[in-house]
């Protein structure tokens, strides 16, 4: 019972999340809290949701999780390398004047969360360097020292920010307080930051958790990049994956989603058709928008999920020229 209490409070941990406290005891509660987490460690943004019991695991579905994690990182070296070869104009990351550029930059997250990778595609395209620590989901003892207990939590020299739309509307204030953007762009860039927020990143959890061996994928994707203890790994790769396979499919019936990769198709296609043809929203260049969608799908792009949104849609030539723009991570040793 203590264990699952514990996982309960990764729910409270990450932005946009607010669940009120369960009662002492009630386990159907705390599974509940516990499988909201993970509906935030690796896709949503802004998603609430209920819960499930433990089912079975056999040795199959064990394999399979092993084979699908094993294509995965083949996939992943295979599409950096087409990544090089198919893009023909290489994109610079975007310069920052040395006057504006922050100091010291840590940012406190969970390696999986959209959240955070919104904000790290940020501060990679822009070259800012940051620290990381990653913050253990259970304990959270990471961010005691702040009155916020979600993540992101980015500090920019002494100055805390938190929410990561508001993180990244403050830092591109703070890196380029001249710039302007004609009206239209800005709208459309605005326009297109909230369907990711409201729209496409409730689509990703009930593809990410959609069969029981997906479901085991994403997790052991989450437990192998968190700040997990060996126990914790094991307890919440097996227990996570079992309840949010049926949180899937209640999430399904909750945004109306009749076929989940058929949804998720729809919403790459539906950005696709955004572009008008252009490299990027912005252009030439990306804009936040660009950064937002890519920093959601990048963390489930090499899941079964994000392998077959790019071989089932026309977003693999977007996200290969976006990967090459915003380049290697300039994150720092802490």
């Known amino acids: 019972m203590r264990r699952v209490n514990g996982f309960a409070a990764i729910c409270r941990a990450v932005e946009g999340v607010a669940v009120a406290p369960s009662a002492p005891g009630n386990y159907a509660h705390q599974q509940h809290r516990l499988v909201q ?59 920052v004047q040395s006057k504006f550029r922050p100091k010291d930059v840590v940012l406190y997250q ?41 993540v992101p939590i980015l500090m920019v020299d002494g100055e805390q920010m938190v929410d990561s739309s508001d993180i990244i509307d403050k830092l591109t204030n703070k890196i380029s307080p001249d710039s302007s953007t004609d009206s239209f762009g800005e709208d459309e860039e605005k326009k297109w930051r909230g369907w990711v927020d409201n729209h496409l990143v409730h689509i990703l959890s009930p593809n990410i958790y959609r069969t029981t061996t997906e479901a085991l994928e994403s ?42 990769r058929a949804a998720l198709y729809e919403a790459a296609e539906t950005w696709v058709d955004a572009l008008k043809g252009r490299d990027f929203l912005g252009g ?20 079964k999920s994000g392998r077959d949104m790019v071989e089932n849609t026309r977003i693999g030539d977007w996200y290969s020229r976006m990967e090459n723009a915003v380049g290697v991570s300039s994150r720092i040793q802490a």
């Not at 940020?122 to 620590?133: E, H, R, T």
């Not at 799908?297 to 090499?302: A, G």
Request: overall charge positive; glycine content about 4%.
């Open 219 to 260: 997790f052991e994707y989450i437990t192998s990049h968190g700040n997990f203890s060996f126990t914790e790994r094991i307890t919440a790769k097996y227990a996570g994956a079992a309840a949010m396979y049926f949180v899937s499919k209640k999430l399904k019936k909750k945004y109306n989603i009749t076929d989940e």
């Open 37 to 95: 987490a993970a509906l935030f460690g690796t896709s949503s943004t802004n998603n609430t949701s209920p819960r499930s019991h433990w089912f079975q695991y056999n040795r199959i579905a064990a394999e399979q999780s092993v084979r699908a994690s094993a294509r995965a990182v083949a996939g992943t070296m295979l599409f950096s390398v087409a990544a090089t070869t198919l893009v023909e104009e290489v994109h610079a990351k975007e310069p």
């Open 110 to 150: 969970y390696e999986a969360c959209p959240f955070c990778n919104k904000v790290k595609a940020f501060l990679d395209y822009y070259d800012i360097p940051y620290k990381i620590v990653e913050v253990n989901p259970i304990s959270k003892k990471e961010i005691k020292w702040s009155d916020y207990k979600k």
């Open 284 to 303: 030439t260049k990306p804009n936040l928008a660009d950064l937002a969608v890519y920093g959601v799908l990048r963390p489930i792009r090499y899941l």
